[in-house]
């Protein structure tokens, strides 16, 4: 199931239109528009959907509108928190209202029920028979995951700021879990992006002592986190991560803040590249933020996505909404951050307002 347009309001910001998704998106813009706050946002949203609310950093107060598409048709859903109450659910499969809820009742498939005040439907009528778009969308939450690139760490799992911890698997525990095919691909990816691995090796000691390490040609002595450039280290993280998202029965979301930040221009653009062919091919919806102009570059217009902002509210630009704007940039023989950089948008904004 694939999220195609995400609505949020909070108490200080809002996504003034919903923001159109498609199977892969990069998130672009000037520092300070939104593209942080987007994908966070989007990141508490699946947060309360788990029931890990203690761990949303905004102050528990938002509205947000989710639609979805899969083989069986659409689903809309719409929440509103206050103070960690629910005061409005609604879900709404295929045209068909099948959840309501306000502040005085919740009607679930026209049955009057009464879920609690700091719950969600969602969260206490889960039914694979009964109520199969219920579980559509728990299973989605469930399987998402988030986390910012240039914060990923050396010094472990525990200590990672991931938005999401849908998927807890320590570093060790999901190299573990790949078949080899899938390790050999790490193995490939890697030496395509300048790193000379030959084997990835997991050491085992005790119950406490577990390492991944990396064996490079012609040196002696494995690598190992604390080892390695964070660069590096990063890098090879999310090729195993999104080979491990891909061999889950429910590949789900990943949502990547500042995707590459600070990789050279060789790396920056391979690896950029190879995630989003990667994610489209094995059906795992893409979500990354960037103002790398190298990433950027590699990335079709089609699936960028790009935020302004104007005090709190934060509009988008895509290709749904825009078509003409991007296609006639086709013509231009630009490069892809001249669309961005230049005032071609800008101009083609004010001539198509007058």
């Known amino acids: 199931m694939r999220l195609t347009q995400f609505t949020y309001r909070g108490d200080d910001w809002r996504l003034a239109l919903p923001i159109n998704l498609q199977e892969v998106n990069l998130l672009v813009g000037k520092n300070a528009v939104g593209k942080s706050k987007t994908v966070r946002a989007l990141g508490n949203v699946l947060l309360y959907l788990m029931q890990l609310s203690e761990r949303i950093s905004t102050s528990d107060i938002f509205r947000c509108k989710l639609l979805f598409e899969d083989k069986d048709g659409f689903i809309s859903y719409e929440f509103q928190l206050k103070k960690s109450n629910v ?11 099948r959840l309501y809820r306000n502040e005085s009742e919740t009607l679930l498939c026209g049955e009057l029920i ?3 005040s700091n719950k969600l439907t969602l969260h206490v009528r889960r039914d694979v028979l009964q109520y199969p778009f219920i579980e559509k969308i728990m299973l989605w939450a469930e399987h998402a995951c988030g986390l910012c690139f ?13 938005y999401i911890l849908g998927q807890r698997q320590t570093f060790f ?29 997991l050491f085992e000691h005790g119950s406490n002592l577990k390492m991944v390490l990396f064996h490079e040609e012609n040196v002696m002595s494995p690598l190992f986190g604390s080892l390695m450039s964070k660069g590096m280290y990063r890098a090879l993280y999310l090729l195993i991560y999104a080979q491990y998202m891909s061999v889950r029965e429910y590949p789900s979301l990943l949502l990547i803040d500042d995707l590459c930040e600070g990789l050279d221009y060789e790396r920056s653009t391979k690896l950029g590249k190879y995630l989003f062919d990667f994610c489209a091919k ?17 990335v079709d217009l089609k699936y960028w996505n790009i935020l302004q902002r104007e005090g709190s509210e934060v509009t988008s630009i895509d290709i749904i909404k825009n078509p003409e704007l991007f296609n ?9 951050f001249d669309f961005f950089s230049s005032d071609y948008i800008a101009r083609k904004m004010k001539g198509h307002n007058e």
Do not use: C, R, W
Request: without cysteine.
């Open 114 to 116: 009464n879920p609690p």
């Open 150 to 162: 240039n914060e990923i760490e050396i010094g472990g799992d525990n200590d990672m700021p991931f």
């Open 282 to 298: 094995h059906d795992i919806q893409l979500i990354a933020t960037s103002n790398d102009t190298f990433l950027m570059d590699v």
């Open 87 to 97: 005061v409005y659910e609604s879900l709404i499969a295929n045209g068909e209202t």
């Open 173 to 201: 525990e999901m190299v573990k879990s790949l078949p080899e095919e899938s390790i050999q691909q790490v193995v490939n990816q890697a030496h395509s992006l300048g790193y000379p691995i030959q084997q990835i090796e």
């Open 328 to 336: 006639d940039f086709a013509f231009t023989g630009l490069s892809n």
